[in-house]
């Protein structure tokens, strides 16, 4: 599995229409949350962020609100913000164009949001600007730091390292509110949070 920690310039260059970090006024870092809600993981972030007083940004599946609709408005009712993540977790470089925007239409009829990030970070400039048209009106957020929990090859502690060697003000940061990144993140993601909070850091929802 190949992919970078930190996001290169170029990839900013090649696909400008996507909010890659947001431009910095003060200590402000965005924690987003990929691939939830999740019925065990969720509510671990949630507390860990009502904890710090922290806001983040969830980019939620569409068949897992559906399924865990309960979390969904827990996230929502604590102040933070909600993305659409597509109906199943699907690639915009191996699915039709019409196929990942009708995954997209699915997802939105559940997920009330003005925000989209793509699985994987996989989506095309054609899929980006549909998204951006009439029917949608969704600006795609991608990022520029992530941290690794997903992957099994990466230590929790290595995870941790990642976000804090690589997160300056303005940096969104990937987590993963899923079974698979748990144990990273349930390591990782406390000590980010007071870590950060003794630096004077607020945590804010995408704007």
């Known amino acids: 599995m190949f992919y970078l920690v930190k ?3 170029i990839f900013r260059k090649l696909y400008p229409d996507c909010l890659w970090n947001v431009k910095a006024t003060d200590n402000t870092l965005y924690l987003t949350f990929d691939d939830g809600p999740n019925p065990q993981v969720t509510p671990f972030v949630l507390d860990q962020l009502s904890k710090y007083n922290a806001k983040a940004t969830f980019f939620c599946i569409g068949k897992n609100v559906k399924e865990h609709f309960d979390v969904y408005r827990k996230i929502i009712s604590e102040g933070h913000k909600v993305g659409n993540h597509t109906y199943n977790h699907i690639n915009g470089w191996k699915t039709s164009d019409k196929k990942y925007l009708e995954e997209v239409r699915l997802a939105a009829k559940i997920i009330d949001t003005n925000i989209f990030r793509p699985p994987y970070g996989r989506i095309t400039k054609f899929q980006i600007k549909a998204l951006q048209g009439e029917g949608f009106q969704l600006k795609t957020v991608m990022w520029d730091v992530l941290s690794g929990d997903f992957d099994k090859k990466v230590s929790k502690q290595n995870c941790y390292q990642i ?25 990782a993601l406390p000590r980010i ?9 607020q945590f804010k929802i995408i704007p």
Do not use: C, M
């Open 163 to 187: 976000v804090v060697k690589n997160a300056k003000p303005g940096s969104i940061i990937v987590f993963h509110d899923s079974l698979k990144a748990f144990t990273s993140l349930e390591y």
């Open 7 to 9: 996001t290169p310039w």
């Open 193 to 201: 949070l007071r870590l950060y909070q003794e630096k004077n850091y």
